[in-house]
């Protein structure tokens, strides 16, 4: 199951985890702060868990020892999603208008060569760039106990694979699904 949350709208402040809410109140920046809250509400209200209750990993993967329930969260821009599933999943939403971003420079330095080759074969689609990237974020997500970061993932991602599912749930933002 996927939810979503418009970080201008929709939800309040009262189930939102205490630890959550000394976190956003840290965040730079108004709409830094609007996505973490954001992401707690759907963490409270759809989860129906106490945040402040999570172990994390050494990574910082949140988890619920002894849970079957797996979840992601992710945002961007005035996004926040959550995925739920009773396997490891991981998901990742990016606003694809940003434009102080280098794709080059990124795709570069941590695309593989048939990742860049694939951006390449699809220079026409304004789009690949967040393909590729939300793909390997919700890869990493996905997998219990990372132990690599996005730079060094040694298996070459398949774009359109079965453990792939690719969206844009709103103009502007690409969105990948990892299960």
């Known amino acids: 199951m996927i939810y979503f949350q418009n970080v201008h709208s929709g939800f309040t402040l009262e189930n939102i985890a205490k630890g ?17 809250l954001a992401a707690g509400y759907l963490i409270a209200e759809k989860l129906k868990l106490d945040e ?15 849970s079957s329930v ?50 390449a074969d699809n220079a026409n689609n304004p789009d690949a760039f967040y393909y590729v ?15 690599y970061q996005i730079s060094n993932i040694s298996e070459q991602l398949t774009i359109g694979s079965d453990r792939l599912t690719f969206s844009v749930p709103f103009k502007g933002y690409v969105m990948c699904v990892c299960v």
């Not at 959550?20 to 920046?29: D, I, N, S, T, W």
């Not at 821009?77 to 606003?95: C, F, K, N, Q, T």
Request: aromatic share 10%; charged share 30%.
């Open 70 to 119: 797996h979840f992601s969260i992710s945002h961007s821009g005035d996004w926040a999603v959550l995925a739920v599933a009773d396997s490891p999943i991981g998901i990742d939403i990016e606003r694809t208008d940003r434009e102080n971003i280098n794709k080059n420079r990124i795709a570069a330095r941590f695309f593989t060569e048939t990742e860049r080759r694939w951006l």
């Open 52 to 66: 402040d209750t999570f172990q994390y990993t050494p990574q910082g993967k949140p988890y619920l020892p002894g």
């Open 20 to 36: 959550r809410l000394a976190r956003a109140e840290r965040c730079k920046g108004e709409n830094s702060r609007l996505r973490s």
């Open 133 to 147: 990237w939300t793909a390997r974020e919700a890869m990493v997500k996905q997998r219990p106990n990372i132990k």
